[in-house]
């Protein structure tokens, strides 16, 4: 017992070598995981809001979930142990952008007891409990630490540039959209994406009857106008946010935001059994529209005012978009014109004040020097380097 602690201990020392990257091939097959990990999500988020009654944790949704767990949580650990292989230790056998995921993975199988013995004992939600469960919220964040490894990976390596090709870029893009996806389900009692066509019509056509007396105009059969006002501002943020991250740090290719927004509807759509198709439609052409602005106006960290412009027409376009396909599919415009006139006008000035938020300053970038990018010969990493200077990330 004495010697495997010693055994251990030593393992633990860190050899001092400078962390390398993963290959971009590595990062993809992250990525792809990830997305068998996320999917496996899905699944279940859409079992959970459409079949009446579970009654165990042992399902099949449940089976596609965690055997993604299993597989990308191995190979983060595969490519721990190849460096650990060629003689390196400690932190120094963790790729950069990978740590954060690799201490996730024994956090994540821990909390899945958890939620497997909570589910035990005390059943199975089935309505808005899920969204607040303890063991739900610990799978949730360390879900997202393990899925977004391809974009800490990418963050500061040095064959990325500030300007990278879509393909380069793919495995971040594909790691922080399905990051999103998360963000929707334990926000789902807020998201606008999840109503249908008609839903939206004709909430926008009668205002809620809030019991006050004379005046109050019909109830209608389904989400009121402030419901869907309110769920547009939530759906706004989420949808906005991770794609105003990226356009900070990087020029993004075109096809960036499609790919995201794309990938981001699924949850919702999974969630509605995919009886929103027209809706989760809307959003991949307000991601193409959103990809053709940043061609036009070139937002960047650099260019403070052309980011905020952005930010704002983006959102602006966006829920234009929602709205206008929304009248086209579901029975015509509102009839209330304050509601589809003003409610894209309020989503571009939210998504102004995040630009506003996000880059109060302009950001000057900081050069990877040429030296940063010479090869280590003798590391399974060759051809990768360490980032240097301020904000170089390590996790």
Do not use: C, K
Not at 5 to 16: H, K, L, P, Q, S
Not at 228 to 255: D, E, I, Q, T
Not at 387 to 393: D, F, L, M, N
């Amino acid at each position: 017992m004495a010697s495997d602690a010693a055994g251990i201990r030593r393992f633990m020392v860190d050899t001092g070598e400078p962390r390398g990257w993963v290959s971009p091939r590595t990062d993809l097959v992250t990525a792809l995981l990830g997305i068998w990990f996320g999917v496996g999500l899905m699944i279940d988020a859409w079992a959970h809001s459409n079949l009446a009654e579970l009654e165990t944790f042992f399902t099949p949704w449940h089976a596609v979930f965690y055997s993604g767990f299993a597989v990308i949580s191995g190979w983060i650990i595969w490519q721990v142990w190849r460096n650990v292989r060629a003689g390196r230790q400690g932190l120094a056998a963790v790729p950069t952008g990978y740590l954060a995921g690799l201490v996730a993975v024994p956090a994540f199988a821990a909390f899945g007891l958890v939620d497997m013995l909570w589910h035990t004992v005390l059943g199975i939600e089935t309505t808005i409990d899920i969204l607040f469960s303890p063991s739900h919220l610990g799978l949730v964040v360390t879900m997202m630490l393990i899925i977004t490894t391809p974009l800490r990976s990418a963050w500061h390596a040095p064959d990325v540039g500030s300007r990278p090709s879509l393909g380069r870029l793919l495995p971040a893009l594909i790691g922080l959209a399905f990051a999103a996806t998360l963000v929707s389900l334990f926000l789902s009692y807020g998201d606008a994406i999840q109503y249908r066509p008609q839903d939206i019509v004709q909430a926008f056509s009668m205002l809620q009857d809030s019991g006050a007396g004379q005046g109050a105009g019909p109830r209608p059969v389904g989400p009121g106008a402030e419901q869907v006002a309110v769920a547009m501002v939530v759906a706004n943020v989420v949808m906005l946010s991770p794609v105003l991250f990226l356009v900070r740090r990087w020029s993004l290719p075109f096809g960036s935001v499609t790919v995201m927004y794309t990938i981001m509807v699924l949850m919702p759509g999974a969630q509605a059994a995919f009886r929103n198709v027209p809706i989760l439609l809307s959003f991949v052409a307000a991601g193409f529209v959103s990809d053709l602005l940043i061609r036009w106006l070139r937002p960047s960290g650099e260019r403070r005012a052309a980011y905020w412009a952005f930010a704002g027409l983006s959102a602006f376009a966006t829920w234009s978009l929602y709205i206008g396909v929304a009248s086209a599919t579901g029975g015509g415009l509102p009839t209330m014109p304050e509601m589809w006139t003003g409610a894209p006008i309020v989503a571009g000035l939210i998504g102004l004040a995040l630009g506003a938020l996000l880059l109060p300053d302009e950001v000057i970038a900081q050069p990877v020097p040429p030296d940063a990018v010479a090869a280590e010969p003798d590391s399974p990493n060759a051809g990768a380097a360490e980032p240097v200077g301020p904000g170089a990330g390590r996790a």
